[in-house]
């Protein structure tokens, strides 16, 4: 190694080490100076072995649509069955361009219960649950699912749905939005993401009555309903309902409500956000 080149190395020596060093220099003797010299040397090189095992952290790598949906008849969801749980395509059908490093193993395929791309092969998306995300290979296409609800209709566990979301490590920022989904009126990162999903963690499944099923309509109507929107750091994104006033959430095909002692810490939240456009009246 030139002298430059380990003067340049040395900048990546820690100070006590250099410091350490230069004691040993003072010492009389040229044997000392020797034995000075090498204990410099082997600190540097010690701390470049130190850089080559530091690693920075894995960055995730982006999901890309390649084409939009096709048209299909309306209010038509495109959906299918896997392992008890109702899933639902993104974009409704979009196709995404997948590479092989962002692919497990598969699962097995869509069986008849699907209304799109029967006979597909599910695929395991690396860094998702399937409980939350799988891969479907159609025709040489990929598409991506997202699990909403129950085969049978029942309900998530909400905190389990959040939990194998991993929304924790997954998610980027959530954007507080009107309720179509338009316009951002707030954002939400770090600790304030965090404490609203701790949140929506608490909700339990809300057993509505006609009644209250009107008050939800009407709160849609009168612009007191919001949608959150979850922006994930693999540039897709996902999202859920949030009627603060009535505590209400809404997250795939299933109704929560938050318990009374965490209520009033969720309408906080949405405190001084713009009035929306209230919905048309039917």
């Known amino acids: 190694m030139r002298g430059k080149e380990l003067l340049e190395k040395m900048e990546y020596a820690a100070p006590e080490y250099i410091e350490t060093a ?21 600190l540097v090189a010690l701390g470049l072995a130190g850089l080559r095992l530091y690693t920075a952290p894995s960055v995730v790598q982006p999901v890309r649509q390649s084409a939009f949906a096709a048209d299909a008849p309306a209010g038509m969801r495109k959906t299918f069955n896997y392992n008890g749980w109702r899933y639902v395509f993104l974009e409704n059908g979009s196709t995404y361009l ?31 649950d399937p409980l ?17 609800g129950a085969a049978d209709g029942s309900e998530m ?37 965090k404490q609203l999903l701790a949140l929506l963690t608490e909700a339990q499944p809300a057993n509505l009555t006609n009644q209250e099923y009107e008050r939800i309509a009407r709160a849609q109507s009168e612009g007191r309903s919001y949608r959150l929107r979850l922006l994930l750091n693999d540039t897709t994104q996902t999202g859920m309902y949030v009627i603060p006033s009535m505590s ?28 929306q456009t209230q919905l048309p009246q039917r």
């Not at 590479?99 to 998702?128: C, H, K, M």
């Not at 939350?132 to 909403?148: I, K, Q, T």
């Not at 909400?158 to 924790?168: H, T």
């Not at 209400?248 to 309408?267: H, K, S």
Request: hydrophobic share 40%; charged share 25%.
């Open 248 to 275: 209400i959430v809404m997250i795939g095909d299933n109704r929560y409500v938050l318990p009374e002692e965490t209520a009033q810490e969720l309408e906080a939240m949405f405190e001084g956000l713009t009035v």
């Open 22 to 42: 230069e004691r040993m220099t003072r010492v009389r003797g040229k044997a000392y100076r020797w034995i000075a010299a090498v204990a410099c040397i082997a």
């Open 157 to 193: 566990d909400a905190a389990e749905y959040i939990s194998a979301a991993g929304f924790e490590q997954n998610v980027e920022k959530i954007e507080i939005c009107d309720h179509f989904g338009r316009e951002a009126q707030d954002t939400l990162t770090g600790r304030r993401a």
């Open 98 to 128: 997948l590479e092989p490093e962002q692919l497990g193993e598969q699962l097995g395929s869509l069986d008849s219960t699907a209304n799109f791309a029967a006979g597909g092969t599910l695929i395991r998306v690396n860094g998702y």
């Open 132 to 148: 939350f995300r799988v891969a479907v290979e159609w025709e040489g296409d990929y598409y991506l699912g997202e699990r909403v």
